[in-house]
């Protein structure tokens, strides 16, 4: 779990504060998520690159999820409250009607939305699990074809990706560059 104190409104609908106020947020985002969607071609996508695939994201699909969310959200009210006790004008806005897991998961399914990086939909696994993708990021079937970035992950990372995602490009080069060598097209 992440706990993410901003000093802007964490919703996707803004507000009205009274005059002279303003507002912050304390968020709660599930750092590796277990809910797991699909990326699917459909069948006139499949042979046309201008047709968009099919993304389902499943959020919240697993039930684990929700049990992170639920008490991340208690966290994050505890916090405010140990704010207000501390001295600081803490007024609760926009929050569950109640800790139970009624008015929570109520407040999940109106307030949640994505903060995270998508990742591992090209997973680097063996064929037979799965996977899209060989430990040297060659897509199993189509000779000539490499995949280097976040699609590879083969699970959620409990951080941003970008410097995985550095790496992976790097990695790539270097298979790249070693087959060039082997094949005596690529000169140091």
Known sequence: ??????????????PKFPSGKGGASVMVQNST????GTVRLTRTGANDIKV?????PNYLSAKEDWDVYRRGLVFAREIGAEMG???YAIEEADVPASNSIEDLDEYIRRSAYTG???LSSCRMKPLGEGGVVDRELKVYGIEGLRV??????PSMIASRPQ???VMIAERCADFIRQ?????????E
């Open 1 to 14: 779990m992440e706990i993410i104190w901003t000093a802007a409104y964490g919703s996707l609908e803004f």
């Open 33 to 36: 998520p277990k809910s797991c």
């Open 52 to 56: 968009d695939p099919v993304v389902d």
């Open 85 to 87: 006790r501390s001295g």
């Open 116 to 118: 995270q990086h998508l």
């Open 148 to 153: 280097a970035d976040g699609s590879v992950v």
């Open 163 to 165: 410097a995985t995602v």
């Open 179 to 187: 087959e060039w060598k082997e094949k005596g097209l690529f000169m």
